[in-house]
């Protein structure tokens, strides 16, 4: 076998280590929007593939335009990103040399990027006995905001898939902008949340030192084409957007991302699909040998109870029957047994629970 | 009239001031192949739309391989990039805090990623009277490239289209070894220039503090999608590549440049209109009004010598007539009066200069 993969989705290493076609696998690595970008946004590409051959807009006029009117924030106070990756690591770039809070287990980039642009890292361990969910006043307490310059908090937090409520955040904020630490609060998932209304978007009017990421690629299902953005204030947003290469956002994404923005009820439906099916999984999974994390976003959590099972022959046989999973034993404070499976649809999910259905430690 | 724009190319600009359709404009302003895209390129785009919605592969393992093949370095050689541009500012980054020599007339963005990173910036100036091409002997003895970190030099340069033979390269590239500094080629434009078989790519397997810059989005016309990469040792590659963004590579670019690689004889024909119609356009742009500045590439740098007129106005002038060129006045080293045209097609050159025919100082 070889070592687990750094993320997921990376289809090639899976066609390659299983031998089926692209079409003969479901992803549950990759926690995107199970229903696909809307179908609005594949049109629009379709039509305009001329496109390709003139430059984008380097300001990302008319997308940015879209965003702020949307979220009702300044234009200036608006960076849109070769998806939301770009964004953290022009934040490090910013940070660079300083010192950034990581909370763990958490999403692997903040620490990549982190490392590439020589911040000096500490860790606030989320605790497994309270479902790897935030204290806010033991994170203020222990943590030691005040120590650095940048913090990452995701909410709702990946890979452990759940969301803190607006009032802990706001006390987060609230204690971190007094500490005098940078904040950074990845919404990558919120709006595929139960609770896309609990984004502290809103406190950045109020609050100098915070930045929100959001990812389009994780929400509109647009990953392979790049698209995430930022807010915070037009300083800081300025600062960030010298570091970024111009023309960073390609031109099918930027229309992309506009025509993502028109279809109103698209999230959600997609929120709706992904607490039905969420409910449906969770049922599934109840069983002895997997003990499952509660979630309120489009993944889930979980780890095999019963040691005798090796998580790599696990991975295996699932990806024998065309089903990719996202291992977790690289995160930091997770370790071997722990996986991440998206939610999708309902039938690639009772394609799962079948599988899983068939699976006996003494199989192998 | 409003500023100059920092870029060529910048089409929203353009519709915005002049209230054309984009279908009325030609944009000699940005200096893409004339071809546009080989039909395979579009083709790929069209049939692989779904791939919109999966995680691109982030090591880029196909194009690579097919980059390396096709230039005949090892693939740990080769970093994959969000189009030319990211490369500068990846190597910007990797050189952060240090001291950079740019060539002046040169391209901007090393400038912006130079002070993006905080380098100390030095510059060269390309005579006017030598039609601003570079002597390799008087860089090397007045440059001082042993004071400084890393050194940029564009060949063929962008925006004044003279390229120096492989001879003076070699030159160039031993004496900057021999400094001490890192030597950044940017053969951004030499598969579209007559002398394509000068390019120094081979020299990187000699050469430890050599990194060579292409731009596929220059050579294929694919600007609107992003496509470059660069050849170095392996050591710089991995440095950079820990710096890149996860992803920076979007799916459709990726496919892009493994079609247009294929297409073999697209860059001959790209390399036969433009010589042939550089020779139309010089001859055209005989008159006493205007120099023009020798090229070997797909663009013409040109200046206007008649001090009565106004660079506003004549931009405008062509402006209102749906011609967009490339004001060069914030050039350094340039200043009022110098225009940049791309070569086109026949039919688009001859458009322009029937434009120009109608021109006169006194017209305004």
Known sequence: MSEPSHHGGNLRL?????????QGFVDFSANLNPLGPPVRVLEVIKNNIDKVYSYPDPECTQLKERISSQLGVAEGDVIVTNGANELIYLICAHFSGGKALLVEPGFSEYLDAARAFCLDVAFYFLREDRNFVMDSDDFLNSARPESVDVIFICNPNNPTGMMISHDEMVKVVRGCEQSGAFLVVDESFVELSDFPDDSVIGLVKKFRKLLIIRSMTKSYGLAGIRLG????NSDLICNLLRKQPTWSVNSLAQLA?????????????????????????????????????????????LRLLNNKISPWNFEDYLGRRGIIVRNCSNFMGLGDGFFRIAIRTKEENLRL??????????AF
């Open 229 to 232: 953005y930022g807010i915070s």
């Open 257 to 301: 991302g506009e025509a993502a923005l028109t279809d109103s009820n698209y999230l959600a439906r997609s929120r709706e699909l992904i607490a039905l099916e969420r409910k449906l999984l969770f049922e599934g999974l109840m069983r002895p040998d997997i003990k499952t994390y509660p979630s309120n976003v489009n993944f889930i959590l």
């Open 353 to 362: 629970l079948a599988a899983l259905n068939g699976f006996q430690h003494d």
């Open 14 to 22: 899976a066609l390659q280590k299983y031998g089926l076609g692209s």
